[in-house]
């Protein structure tokens, strides 16, 4: 199993431009989440998608939108990116979301100039 | 809101002594309890779970819960240089997603 994927790894942007990143995962996960990770700000959830079908908003969603393709992915769109959105993103999912852990997969660096 | 509180760190301990990490919470329905261990750029791993009052060792690692104080602790016996590392603390309370602290930076002294 390949557990959580993310594409692409790394990403330079100009201000203004879009892109999607992408997750996969192969656990049969029934909950997926995208986190920004920025230096002394810790894990801050952006979306999540609590079961197939269904997505809902975190604690800095502004600047961004999801689509829970299928039970496997989880895409996050920046439709115009700014400066602010450099980051490392992380996608994680789990399987049963009122007990189980969540698992990471490797990350984004993204860098908007 | 939930919140779950570490110290930043960096907490600095020789080779072989035991590294304490301490988190609190303030969701009293919080029902699991995480450690995840991220190494510099990296993505967080989960190195341990905790659900009931009490300790959980797993080699190394020994994880201490106590819902009625709402602290949860990691200790890391033996510390070795290649666990110096930022160390997340994770709670789940109800179907909602995983709420962490900002971790604890960890440096062990060779």
């Known amino acids: 199993n390949a557990g959580v994927t993310q594409t692409p790894k790394f990403q330079v942007l100009k201000t203004g431009q879009s892109m999607t990143l992408q997750c996969a995962q192969d656990m049969n996960h029934n909950s997926m989440y995208w986190y920004r990770q920025d230096p002394g700000m810790g894990l801050r959830l952006i979306y999540y998608?609590?079961?197939?079908?269904?997505?809902d908003k975190g604690e800095v969603p502004n600047g961004y939108n999801v689509s829970r393709l299928n039970k496997r992915e989880f895409s996050l769109r920046l439709e115009s990116a700014a400066p602010s959105q450099t980051s490392v993103y992380f996608c994680a999912s789990r399987f049963n979301p009122s007990t189980d852990t969540q698992y990471f997969g490797p990350g984004t660096r993204l860098t908007v100039l | 809101q939930k919140e779950v509180e570490q110290n930043s760190g960096p907490l600095s301990v020789p080779e072989g002594a035991i590294a304490s990490l301490n988190c609190t919470y303030s969701?009293?329905?919080?029902?699991?309890f995480f450690w995840y261990r991220q190494y510099s750029g990296k993505s967080p791993e989960l190195i341990m779970s905790i659900y009931s009052n009490g300790d959980k060792e797993d080699g190394r690692f020994t994880a201490q819960l106590n819902k009625a104080s709402q602290y949860v602790s990691l200790l890391i016996r033996d510390s070795q240089p290649s666990d110096s590392a930022t160390y997340l603390c994770a709670l789940n309370s109800g179907n909602t997603p995983l709420v962490f602290g900002k971790g604890t930076r960890l440096s062990v002294i060779a």
């Open positions: 998608s609590a079961s197939e079908g269904t997505t």
């Open positions: 969701d009293r329905g919080s029902q699991s």
